[in-house]
């Protein structure tokens, strides 16, 4: 299993001379999932060669530069030939369902599912689920984490010697969690596995002032994707419009004990000096990175 996260724009509200507006693809295993679709994702796709091949839509809040791209890539899809169902998830879908039929995307060669979601609310997946949560912008917005299932424990080999089970098919059916018949008996994997582990953990907030509740949700995640529109000299600023600082997004980093934090949503103000968003974060949380368009992050394993 592999899990890779592309960021396709890193830009706020408006896209700039590097980069465009939000949209993130995370890569499990071949099961792709998109984070917004602000305008040109279409574009950025192409270039960075991550195919439309994708499970689910899962959209923060409905300002236009994280959704409005979904209309020229639908377009792109049914042009390809997609036939394959699609479901696109949301806060307000009834507004996003009309803006599909006034334009005229309820006719599309696939099927195009659009989902309402609310806080609490998740969609599972194969090994995995995404869960929404409520956030604080200054329309109705979401944020979502990525969680995947619990992972089977470490395979003991000395427990499997003291049971006599030789080398081989039966080693990895046991891994797989399938019990096996050895000597007369039966072998279960609890015999032989160790405590269950916790899967990968990706949370991203989109637009949002900080929230109480994302330190529950990001606890312990493998990668915090967290606003980070301004520095704090633009505090008050950012509380207006319902942002958050880079000192806000490490301080939730730093007490939830997550992994990895990246900024994003970066204002066009800090085009030509990103670094100021990362000094000041690096003062509370030193394992942080400020997003660049098609910057890559695999996550390991422990």
């Given at each position: 299993?592999?899990?890779?996260?592309t960021f396709l724009g890193t830009s706020g509200?408006?896209?700039?001379?590097?980069?465009?507006?939000?949209?993130?693809?995370?890569?499990?295993?071949?099961?792709?999932?998109?984070?917004?679709?602000?305008?040109?994702?279409?574009?950025?796709?192409?270039?960075?060669?991550?195919?439309?091949?994708?499970?689910?839509?899962?959209?923060?809040?409905?300002?236009?530069?994280?959704?409005?791209?979904?209309?020229?890539?639908?377009?792109?899809?049914?042009?390809?030939?997609?036939?394959?169902?699609?479901?696109?998830?949301?806060?307000?879908?009834?507004?996003?369902?009309?803006?599909?039929?006034?334009?005229?995307?309820?006719?599309?060669?696939?099927?195009?599912?659009?989902?309402?979601?609310?806080?609490?609310?998740?969609?599972?997946?194969?090994?995995?689920?995404?869960?929404?949560?409520?956030?604080?912008?200054?329309?109705?917005?979401?944020?979502?984490?990525?969680?995947?299932?619990?992972?089977?424990?470490?395979?003991?080999?000395?427990?499997?010697r003291e049971l006599g089970i030789p080398p081989?098919?039966?080693?990895?059916?046991?891994?797989?969690?399938?019990?096996?018949?050895?000597?007369?008996?039966?072998?279960?994997?609890?015999?032989?596995?160790?405590?269950?582990?916790?899967?990968?953990?990706?949370?991203?907030?989109?637009?949002?002032?900080?929230?109480?509740?994302?330190?529950?949700?990001?606890?312990?995640?493998?990668?915090?994707?967290?606003?980070?529109?301004?520095?704090?000299?633009?505090?008050?600023?950012?509380?207006?419009?319902?942002?958050?600082?880079?000192?806000?997004?490490?301080?939730?980093?730093?007490?939830?004990?997550?992994?990895?934090?990246?900024?994003?949503?970066?204002?066009?103000?800090?085009?030509?000096e990103p670094e100021k968003l990362l000094e000041?974060?690096?003062?509370?949380?030193?394992?942080?990175?400020?997003?660049?368009?098609?910057?890559?992050?695999?996550?390991?394993?422990?």
């Amino acid at each position: 299993m592999f899990l890779k996260v592309t960021f396709l724009g890193t830009s706020g509200t408006v896209p700039s001379v590097d980069r465009n507006t939000s949209s993130i693809l995370l890569n499990y295993s071949g099961c792709k999932i998109l984070f917004d679709c602000g305008e040109g994702t279409q574009r950025q796709m192409m270039k960075a060669k991550t195919g439309f091949n994708l499970e689910a839509i899962f959209i923060t809040h409905l300002h236009t530069d994280h959704f409005i791209g979904i209309f020229g890539l639908l377009e792109t899809m049914s042009l390809n030939g997609r036939e394959k169902p699609l479901s696109i998830y949301s806060p307000n879908s009834k507004f996003l369902r009309k803006l599909f039929r006034e334009f005229g995307y309820h006719n599309l060669e696939f099927p195009v599912r659009v989902v309402g979601l609310k806080d609490g609310d998740f969609v599972r997946f194969e090994n995995f689920k995404v869960l929404a949560f409520k956030t604080d912008h200054i329309v109705e917005s979401l944020g979502y984490a990525f969680i995947e299932d619990e992972r089977r424990g470490k395979f003991n080999v000395e427990k499997a010697r003291e049971l006599g089970i030789p080398p081989g098919p039966l080693y990895s059916k046991l891994v797989r969690g399938e019990a096996v018949e050895f000597g007369g008996r039966i072998i279960t994997p609890d015999m032989v596995l160790g405590e269950k582990r916790p899967g990968w953990k990706v949370v991203y907030t989109g637009d949002t002032a900080p929230v109480e509740k994302l330190l529950e949700i990001a606890k312990n995640a493998d990668l915090l994707i967290h606003d980070a529109a301004f520095t704090s000299d633009l505090n008050d600023w950012a509380k207006e419009t319902k942002h958050s600082t880079a000192r806000d997004a490490a301080v939730i980093a730093k007490k939830a004990n997550v992994k990895k934090l990246v900024l994003t949503h970066i204002s066009a103000r800090y085009s030509k000096e990103p670094e100021k968003l990362l000094e000041e974060a690096k003062q509370i949380f030193e394992n942080v990175v400020v997003a660049e368009d098609f910057m890559e992050i695999e996550l390991e394993r422990d």
